[in-house]
């Protein structure tokens, strides 16, 4: 059973709309990252968190943004979705003591026409 | 920069083969080296981790192998089955820092019956 949670799982949207794409996990990781995976397959990390109001850009520039209010949220927001954003985004979580590596999510495909 | 190189792209064998994913890193910080499965439709799911102290790792039919002087590692799926048909991404990242992961560019297995 997935202890983090993406909404929505699949998304088509017009271009110049404002979307949030929402992510939870329930297991208490203070880490947290956005990956977008092209139809390629690579993942690029975006965003990563480390905490309640430590956000950070990741290795891939992207026009998106984030928030870290609460420690099991964690939702990526494009002011102005563009056909270039359409992607899979992925979000997952990580203990901040120990490495026992990464939980996914389901994704959220995302399509901008 | 590519930090983890991973090959081949991808993968077809016939069912009762052994794939073989090898992994190659730079970076000699890195201390946890964990695979990840992905399933059309879904996040990656962590398959096997292993660390540098032993040079195999096995869980069911599928087995790592790590060579820390040469700084590759791989994974091998035994028994191959139509099941394990998906893409494969080795990672790798520092062990007690719990630091991002940084992944490979992922294999795509197809496993015919």
């Known amino acids: 059973e997935a202890d983090i949670y993406q909404t929505p799982r699949y998304l088509v949207i017009g271009t110049g709309k404002k979307i949030t794409l929402e992510c939870s996990q329930t297991?208490?990781?203070?880490?947290m990252y956005w990956y977008q995976q092209d139809p390629g397959m690579e993942l690029h990390l975006i965003h990563y968190?480390?905490?309640?109001?430590?956000?950070e850009k990741g290795d891939l520039s992207s026009e998106s943004t984030v928030s870290r209010i609460r420690t099991e949220h964690f939702p990526l927001t494009l002011e102005s979705a563009r056909p270039s954003h359409t992607s899979q985004y992925l979000c997952?979580?990580?203990?901040?003591?120990?490495?026992?590596?990464?939980?996914f999510g389901s994704g959220t495909r995302l399509t901008v026409v | 920069q590519q930090q983890v190189k991973q090959s081949p792209q991808s993968l077809i064998v016939q069912k009762g083969g052994i794939p073989i994913i090898n992994c190659a890193y730079e970076?000699?910080?890195?201390?946890?080296f964990p695979w990840y499965q992905q399933f059309p439709g879904k996040g990656p799911a962590l398959l096997i981790a292993?660390?540098?102290?032993?040079s195999e790792k096995k869980e069911g039919r599928f087995t790592i192998s790590f060579n820390k002087s040469a700084k590759q590692f791989s994974l091998h799926i035994m028994d191959s089955q139509p099941g394990d048909s998906a893409t494969y991404f080795c990672?790798?990242?520092?062990?007690?820092?719990?630091?991002?992961?940084?992944f490979g560019t992922g294999t795509r297995l197809q496993v015919f019956p």
């Open positions: 292993i660390r540098p102290d032993v």
């Open positions: 297991m208490g990781h203070d880490k």
């Open positions: 968190s480390y905490g309640v109001n430590s956000t």
């Open positions: 970076n000699t910080a890195f201390d946890y």
């Open positions: 990672a790798a990242s520092p062990l007690w820092t719990a630091d991002k992961l940084i």
């Open positions: 997952a979580s990580s203990s901040d003591r120990y490495h026992y590596g990464y939980t």
